[in-house]
């Protein structure tokens, strides 16, 4: 149960840039590859990429734990549709579409379901100062370079994905029952994120992946102007948008580089599998069941990957999670999610005060860096100034059915300050029932999920992960 003090150096303003493969020679699988392209930020710059992460984790649990819960509306009606995180924290991949294809590179999003890409010579995108990116030069899809890029048209049951069932709303102008509307378009989108925002209007072309699958009239954003958002998302969630929908994956696993390899030349894989292999099991991993929402009236949570996780144990210490936050109740409020686009999980109070409380006792013989608390905005941080080595209680999520996610400590642990103190890298709002916004209240973000093989079986309705090096070399 004691871990040697290790606790590495980590860049959290990190995007992923993915070269494309297809060397993996199972034909029934797409293999996509990750590694890292932003550079490292400098030990001094410890707390503020701790802190942004906060921000941004925090920012994320909001917008997810917020989504309109109705279906999207048309733009016109400046009614906000959805909501996007911008952690720049994300990990992505490229993608090609069009005729000859055009490579994007995307976030990979388990929390959201449209896939968009910044779709203009002009794109605009304003507060789009992050590092290494010229925001007057992001690289973007051009439609009429390809051949097979066409508008969606209000008729297409595509436009119903985004916009709802109700064929009127989606043909302002022209009735469907008694007129031939193939000439209006489906409705512009806006979706609103934490801290930004994308418009644009809606696309059927290609998407390609070179000797492996072409997938035709693939759903997609073409984004003309955004906030902070300098790269398309690429949204696996549950919708019918999302890319696993509209390509009928059967699952699909990555593996999450630690991000202590940003700035280096690691890649780790994003495997899309195309076509049934039964219920087999991947051997070294445990699985749980997803679980459906039970909310009739909010498609936002519908769009979720929700798990039962029902105790935390730390450094053997049971911490049981109450049926009201476990369980997705009748109004869609509570329950666990896994998503990509987090960076740390997120808690609701009631559930985070017994966690870290525990951890508190465990650790009560390391004093508090309170000012490194304030500086970064997670609620535990120690200081370990003098101290040769660490004694880290045991972190494991257990969840129904007895499946358990042991984590390395580097996965709840951040280095912090000069390298003499670290922090918990699960956090709260405070903010709990009744007055909390609903929604999940619980999001496992991508920070504890590093090098772990985690899988989305859909076929078989499961969760799968399994600690794993995501690193090829090692
Ligand atoms: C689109 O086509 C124009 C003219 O052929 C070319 O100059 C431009 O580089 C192309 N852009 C992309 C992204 O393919
Ligand atoms: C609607 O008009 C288009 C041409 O504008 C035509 O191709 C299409 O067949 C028409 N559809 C119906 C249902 O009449
Ligand atoms: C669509 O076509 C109809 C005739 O089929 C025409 O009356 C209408 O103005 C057109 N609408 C648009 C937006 O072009
Ligand atoms: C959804 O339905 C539940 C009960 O079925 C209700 O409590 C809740 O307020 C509804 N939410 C919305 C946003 O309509
Ligand atoms: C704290 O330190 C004391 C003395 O070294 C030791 O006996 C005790 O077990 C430690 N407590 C914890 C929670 O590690
Ligand atoms: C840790 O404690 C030492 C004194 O033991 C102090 O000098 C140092 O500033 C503290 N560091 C932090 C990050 O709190």
């Not at 439609?143 to 890029?149: D, E």
């Not at 912090?416 to 496992?444: F, Y």
């Amino acid at each position: 149960m004691a871990y040697p003090y290790i606790l590495y150096s980590l860049s959290l303003l990190s995007l992923f840039t993915f070269s494309f493969s297809s060397s993996n020679p199972n034909p029934n699988t797409i293999t996509l590859p990750l590694s890292p392209l932003f550079t490292k930020s400098q030990s001094s710059d410890l707390i503020n990429s701790l802190k942004t992460a906060a921000t941004s984790s925090l920012t994320r649990a909001h917008h997810l734990k917020t989504q309109n819960p109705n279906h999207k509306q048309p733009s016109s009606s400046h009614t906000n549709t959805q909501i996007y995180p911008k952690s720049y924290g994300g990990y992505s991949i490229n993608l090609n579409f069009g005729t000859p294809p055009q490579t994007l590179s995307f976030i990979l999003d388990t929390g959201s379901s449209l896939v968009w890409f910044p779709c203009s010579s002009h794109y605009l995108c304003s507060n789009c100062n992050f590092p290494n990116i010229n925001p007057t030069k992001i690289p973007s899809f051009i439609p009429r370079n390809s051949s097979t890029s066409k508008i969606l048209g209000c008729t297409n049951s595509k436009c119903g994905y985004i916009f709802g069932p109700d064929i009127k709303s989606r043909c302002r102008g022209c009735n469907p029952q008694s007129q031939n509307c193939s000439n209006i378009t489906c409705p512009a989108y806006i979706i609103q994120y934490g801290l930004g925002s994308t418009a644009g209007f809606l696309l059927l072309d290609n998407l390609d992946f070179p000797g492996k699958k072409t997938v035709e009239n693939f759903l997609v954003g073409c984004s003309i102007l955004s906030t902070r958002q300098p790269s398309g998302i690429a949204g696996f969630g549950r919708g019918e948008d999302s890319l696993p929908s509209q390509m009928g994956l059967k699952r699909f696993s990555y593996c999450l580089l630690s991000h202590q390899f940003d700035d280096s030349s690691e890649n780790s894989n994003l495997v899309l599998q195309v076509s049934s292999t039964g219920d087999g099991k991947t051997s070294g991993l445990s699985y749980t069941p997803f679980r459906k929402n039970p909310s009739t009236n909010n498609t936002a949570f519908l769009e979720y990957y929700y798990v039962n996780l029902r105790t935390v144990v730390i450094g053997g210490k049971r911490v049981k999670i109450p049926l009201t936050i476990s369980e997705p109740g009748t109004d869609g409020n509570g329950g666990t999610i896994v998503d990509s686009g987090s960076t740390f999980t997120y808690m609701e109070k009631e559930i985070f005060d017994l966690v870290s409380k525990e951890f508190e006792k465990q650790l009560s013989n390391y004093s508090r860096a309170k000012d490194v608390e304030a500086a970064s905005g997670l609620s535990l941080c120690f200081n370990f100034t003098d101290v040769k080595t660490v004694q880290f209680p045991e972190l494991v999520f257990q969840f129904k059915g007895g499946a358990k996610m042991k984590l390395p400590v580097e996965n709840y642990f951040s280095l912090a300050g000069e390298g003499e103190a670290a922090c918990l890298t699960v956090m709260s709002d405070g903010v709990s029932a009744p007055e909390r916004n609903g929604g999940p209240a619980i999001i496992l973000g991508n920070y504890q999920q590093q090098n772990f093989n985690i899988e989305f079986d859909l076929d078989n309705d499961r969760f799968g992960f399994g600690p794993q090096s995501c690193q090829k070399s090692a």
